[in-house]
C-alpha cells in the first residue's frame, strides 16, 4: 500500500491539473447533496410551520374534565359530574414535573352592565397562567396576578366582543363594571382570538380571577367545570398527560381497579397526524433528491470511466515505474471519493445558500438539521466508494504494454 | 565484471485469435554491469518484446531470465512491479511524462510507489537526478513547457531516481531531431562511463554507434552480437554538429542533413554473418510509424 498521504496527494493533483473535469465530474454529487439535503430542510420547514400553527391554537393545552357519573349503570356524560375542585389544581401545582401552566376554569354566566350597556356573557374563573397556556395576549391593561387571586379581587378583563358591546372600541381600562350586581374594576382587554373550531366566539367573554368568579359569583363551592393545562414540549405531550392521570387518581384515592372520574383531552392527536403527514412527504422528497444523488454517483462512474480510458497512458507509465495494480485501484478509488467529498461539501454549502434564499425572499420555510447533512455527506463518500470502485478496477487490470502503447 | 542480464533460451508467445506469435524464439543474451548495449532490428524482429522481457513487464514464456543473479522468469505481478520501480529504468520514445505536472513531481512518481521505505527526501533525491541530467534550472517547468530534448532528460531523470542497476530506452530519440539526439546520447554515455548499465533500442545505426556492443534480432532470434567498432563519442559530435550548424547558416539556404552524418554505417568487428544493412534500415522506416 501506498502511504496515505502519498495517495491524497496523487488525488489532489489529479483533481486539481484538471480543474473543469473535476467540476463536471462532481457536479453530479453537488446537486444530489444539496438536493437531498434542501428538500428534506423544506420538509423539516413545512413540518415546523405546521406544529406551529397548531401549538398556536393551543396544542400543548391538556384539559382535564370531570368524569361522567354513573347512575345504576348509566353513563351520564363527561363533566356531569363535580369531581375535580380547587384542591385537585393545586396537587397538580405541586407534583406535576412536565406542566408548565395549568389553570381552573370555572364558568358562569350572567348579565353584565358597565358603560352605560348591558351584555349578557359568560364569566370565565381562570388562574393568571391562563393567557400564557392559551397563548392569548392582552390589547390593553394587565393580567391578574397570583395575589389577586388569593385576594378574590373582583378585577375583570373583557373579550374583545364584550368591550365592543359595552363601550364601543374605547379601552376601558380602569373603568367599573356590574357582573350580576357585584362591581368589578376592568384591568385589561384581550386580543381578538376570533371563533374557536366550534364557531363559538371567543371574544364574548370575561376572564376572572378563579376565586373570584366560584365565591362572590358562584356561591362558594369548591367545583372547577375543567383544568387547562399546557405541557412543557409537544413530545412531553403523552408523558405529561399521564402524570396528571396518575396525580389526579391518588388525589381522588382512586382504586387501581377503578375507572377514572375524570378524562383527559388534547390536540397532540391532531398534530400527531399532521406531523406525520409531513413526516411521510420529506421522506418522499428526501427519496426523490436521494435518486438524484445516485444519479450524480453514476455521473461520478461515467466520467471515471472516460478518465480510465484518457489516462490509460498515464496509468500504463505508473504501472511501468513500478506501481502494482492495487496502487492504481486506490489511486483511482480515492480521486473518486476525494471528488464526491468534495462534491458533497459544495453541495452543503449550497444547500446553506438555498435555504438562506428560501427563507429571506420567499415564503417557504426550510429548516436544516445537522443529521441530514451528516447523511448526505456519508452517502457521497458511499456513492463515491460504490461508483469508483468499477472504473478503479478497470484502470488497475490494464497491462502495462498495452496500456504504454495506447492511442 | 559481474553479470546484470542472463537470459537462456527465452522464447515468447503471443496468442492473437487462432493465431500464434512467436516474438522470441530462443535468445539468450549475457549483459555485464556497465555495459552499453543497442538491441538493432526491423519491425516484427521481436526487439521491443525482448526489451519488456528484460524489463519485467512482461513475463518470457519459457527460458530462464535472471537479473542480478535472481531468477525473475516467474514471478507474480507485484514482484514484477517492485522490481521495475526498483531495479529498472525506463526511458521510452514518446517520453511518456505526465501531463500538466512540473518535472520534478514527473521524477518523483518512482518514489511514490517505493516500497522499501529507505527514501528518505523524495524531493531532495528527484532535484538530484534532474541535476545529474542537467535540468536543475527547469524543475518547475511542465513537460509543454520544456523542449523534446528537455523532456526526454526529465524523462531520463525519471528513470534514474530510484538508482536502479539498468537503464532501458526504447528508442529514445526516435522522436528527436539530430542535433537533440545527439545531445540526449551524451546523457547515456555520461551516465555509462559513471558505472550504469545502458541498453538502448534503436534501429538508427547512428544511434547504435554510440553503444560499445550492439545485439541484433531478427525474426526473434539473434543473428549478430558485436562490439562497436569506432565507437562514436557523443560530446564531441554535438561540438562538431554545432560548429557545422554554424557554419551551414553562414553559408544561407543550405539545408538537409549535416553531411557528416549522413551515409555512416554502422561498424562492428567481425561480424558473425552478413548483416543486411540496408534491410534493416528501410524496415525501419516501418517501425518509426508504431
Redesign the interface.
Given at each position: 500500500m501506498?502511504p496515505i498521504r502519498?495517495l491524497l496527494k496523487?488525488a489532489y493533483?489529479s483533481i486539481t491539473?484538471?480543474r473543469l473535469r473535476s467540476l463536471l465530474t462532481s457536479l453530479g454529487i453537488i446537486i444530489g447533496v444539496s438536493a437531498v439535503i434542501i428538500m428534506v430542510a423544506i420538509g423539516e420547514g413545512s413540518q415546523k410551520s405546521i406544529e406551529e400553527q397548531i401549538t398556536a391554537l393551543g396544542s400543548n393545552l391538556i384539559i382535564v374534565f370531570p368524569g361522567g357519573s354513573r347512575m345504576g349503570g348509566v353513563h351520564r356524560g363527561a363533566g356531569s359530574r363535580q369531581s375535580l375542585t380547587l384542591d385537585d389544581v393545586k396537587d397538580l401545582e405541586d407534583q406535576a414535573t412536565l406542566i408548565d401552566g395549568i389553570s381552573p376554569v370555572v364558568s358562569s354566566a350572567g348579565q353584565v352592565v358597565g358603560g352605560g350597556n348591558n351584555w349578557n356573557t359568560s364569566i370565565v374563573g381562570v388562574s393568571p397562567q391562563y393567557l400564557s397556556i392559551r397563548d392569548w395576549p392582552l390589547k390593553y391593561g394587565q393580567m391578574f396576578t397570583e395575589t389577586d387571586v388569593r385576594s378574590r379581587k373582583k378585577v375583570a378583563l373583557l373579550g374583545q366582543t364584550v368591550a365592543d358591546e359595552l363601550f364601543g372600541g374605547q379601552d376601558p381600562t380602569g373603568e367599573k363594571i356590574r357582573i350580576v350586581n357585584t362591581p368589578f374594576t376592568i384591568i385589561g382587554v384581550l386580543a381578538e382570538k376570533g371563533q374557536n373550531p366550534m364557531g363559538r366566539d371567543e371574544d364574548d367573554t370575561i376572564l376572572a380571577p378563579s376565586t373570584t368568579v366560584l365565591y362572590r359569583l358562584k356561591g362558594g363551592r369548591n367545583y372547577v367545570n375543567m383544568i387547562n393545562l399546557s405541557a412543557v414540549s409537544l413530545e412531553a405531550m403523552d408523558a405529561a398527560q399521564e402524570e396528571v392521570r396518575t396525580i389526579l387518581r391518588s388525589s381522588h384515592r382512586l382504586d387501581p381497579v377503578e375507572e377514572d372520574d375524570f378524562s383527559i383531552r388534547n390536540q397532540a392527536d391532531i398534530t400527531e397526524a399532521a406531523t406525520a403527514t409531513m413526516q411521510t412527504m420529506t421522506l418522499l422528497l428526501g427519496a426523490v433528491a436521494a435518486v438524484s444523488l445516485v444519479v450524480g454517483g453514476i455521473g461520478i462512474m461515467n466520467i471515471m470511466m472516460v478518465t480510465v480510458t484518457e489516462r490509460t497512458?498515464?496509468i500504463?507509465?505508473?504501472?511501468?515505474?513500478?506501481?502494482?495494480?492495487?496502487?492504481v485501484l486506490t489511486q483511482f478509488l480515492t480521486e473518486a471519493v476525494v471528488l464526491s467529498l468534495i462534491g458533497g461539501l459544495v453541495g452543503i454549502l449550497m444547500a446553506f445558500g438555498a435555504s438562506f434564499v428560501l427563507n429571506t425572499f420567499t415564503p417557504i420555510r426550510a429548516l436544516i438539521q445537522p443529521g441530514i447533512v451528516l447523511l448526505a455527506f456519508f452517502f457521497a463518500g458511499t456513492v463515491g466508494v460504490l461508483f469508483g470502485f468499477f472504473p478503479a478496477r478497470k484502470a488497475a487490470a490494464l497491462n502495462?504494454?498495452d496500456a504504454?502503447?495506447y492511442e | 565484471m559481474s553479470i546484470i542480464i542472463e537470459t537462456e533460451d527465452v522464447t515468447k508467445v503471443y496468442q492473437m485469435g487462432q493465431v500464434q506469435i512467436h516474438a522470441l524464439r530462443g535468445v539468450s543474451l549475457i549483459v555485464h554491469q556497465g555495459e552499453m548495449l543497442a538491441i538493432m532490428g526491423s519491425s516484427g524482429s521481436g526487439k521491443s518484446t525482448l526489451m519488456?522481457v528484460l524489463?519485467c513487464?512482461?513475463e518470457p514464456t519459457s527460458g530462464r531470465y535472471s537479473l542480478e543473479g535472481m531468477d525473475v522468469s516467474s514471478l507474480t505481478?507485484?514482484q514484477y512491479?517492485?522490481?521495475?520501480?526498483?531495479r529498472i529504468g525506463?526511458v521510452?520514445q514518446v517520453f511518456?511524462?505526465?501531463?500538466?505536472?512540473s518535472a520534478l513531481?514527473n521524477v518523483e512518481?518512482?518514489l511514490?510507489?517505493?516500497r522499501t521505505g529507505h527514501i528518505k527526501d523524495p524531493m531532495r533525491k528527484s532535484r538530484a537526478a534532474l541535476e545529474r541530467v542537467g535540468l536543475g534550472d527547469r524543475l518547475d517547468h511542465e513537460p509543454n513547457q520544456l523542449s523534446g530534448g528537455e523532456r526526454q532528460r526529465v524523462a531520463i531523470a525519471?528513470?534514474l531516481v530510484?538508482q536502479p542497476s539498468i537503464l532501458l530506452a526504447d528508442e529514445p530519440t526516435g522522436n528527436l531531431d539530430t542535433r537533440t539526439s545527439i545531445d540526449v546520447m551524451t546523457v547515456f554515455q555520461d551516465l555509462n562511463d559513471q558505472g550504469m548499465t545502458v541498453i538502448l533500442v534503436t534501429h538508427e545505426f547512428d544511434i547504435a554507434a554510440y553503444a560499445a556492443r550492439v545485439v541484433k534480432l531478427r525474426d526473434g532470434v539473434i543473428i549478430q552480437d558485436a562490439a562497436v567498432e569506432g565507437r562514436r563519442d557523443a560530446k564531441r559530435d554535438l561540438v562538431a554538429f554545432e560548429n557545422k550548424d554554424s557554419e551551414d547558416r553562414d553559408m544561407m539556404g543550405h539545408d538537409g542533413e549535416p553531411a557528416f552524418f549522413t551515409g555512416h554505417g554502422l561498424r562492428v568487428t567481425s561480424p558473425p554473418q552478413q548483416t543486411d544493412v540496408s534491410t534493416c534500415e528501410t524496415d525501419s522506416e516501418e517501425e518509426k510509424i508504431?
Open positions: 501506498m502519498n496523487a493533483r491539473k484538471n497512458r498515464e500504463g507509465i505508473r504501472l511501468a515505474i513500478g506501481a502494482r495494480g492495487s496502487d502495462p504494454i504504454l502503447h | 519488456n524489463g513487464l512482461d505481478k507485484n512491479a517492485d522490481i521495475r520501480n526498483q525506463f521510452f511518456n511524462l505526465l501531463p500538466r505536472t513531481e512518481l518512482p511514490f510507489y517505493d525519471r528513470a530510484n508504431i
